[in-house]
């Protein structure tokens, strides 16, 4: 299994990710104002293959009873010993006075994963499951402090959900475009 429980193996991604964006942009490779979910799921994905990891993106879970599609992880990683899910989310501050207007709909869809995290955990009954939920927030000024407030309400929800046991890292934060950028981890072994 990758050694996910290292700040190291994130910090490793985040090196790479913030070299791809820069690379991205110096070419005006995006199309859109901010990474979207996607970008950032592939470029976790590619650091854990070449990590040696086996992983599946968009991995599925079932209701017993019916064989219904309950919900899904952004990736999963098979290990020998355990599996991992990991969630991926990214929210953003507008104009250095709130974050996005749509704070309340992306508090309730984090939560709602960290949810659908428990409840994939509950069905894969195989082998030992980990979980991470992966937050990537982008600010506008990094020598003002970016409402680290609704951080901490997240992280307060993932270790009311997780328990004093939960592993936090908060990673570097870069600048992307007039943006910058920081990354936050919750793992749960």
């Given at each position: ?67 219904k ?37 992306h ?16 069905q ?36 009311e ?9 908060e ?10 950028c ?8």
């Open positions: 299994m990758l050694d996910y429980a290292e700040e190291s193996f994130w910090k490793g991604f985040w090196t790479g990710f913030e070299e791809e964006t820069k690379e991205l942009e110096d070419k005006k490779g995006f199309s859109y104002y901010l990474p979207k979910e996607e970008q950032i799921r592939a470029a976790l994905y590619a650091y854990m293959r070449k990590c040696g990891g086996c992983v599946e993106v968009e991995s599925d879970f079932k209701e017993k009873e019916t064989d599609v309950k919900g899904e992880a952004d990736l999963r990683v098979l290990g020998d010993d355990a599996f991992l899910l990991v969630e991926i989310k990214r929210t953003w501050e507008v104009h250095l006075v709130d974050w996005s207007n749509k704070y309340g709909e508090l309730a869809s984090w939560k709602a994963d960290l949810q659908k995290l428990e409840d994939m955990a509950a894969q009954q195989h082998k030992p499951i980990h979980k991470c939920f992966f937050l990537v927030v982008f600010f506008d000024d990094s020598n003002k402090l970016f409402k680290k407030v609704r951080i901490e309400e997240m992280a307060n929800h993932v270790q959900k997780w328990g004093s046991s939960t592993i936090r890292f990673l570097d934060e870069f600048k992307f475009g007039k943006k910058f920081r990354g936050y981890v919750w793992v749960k072994k």
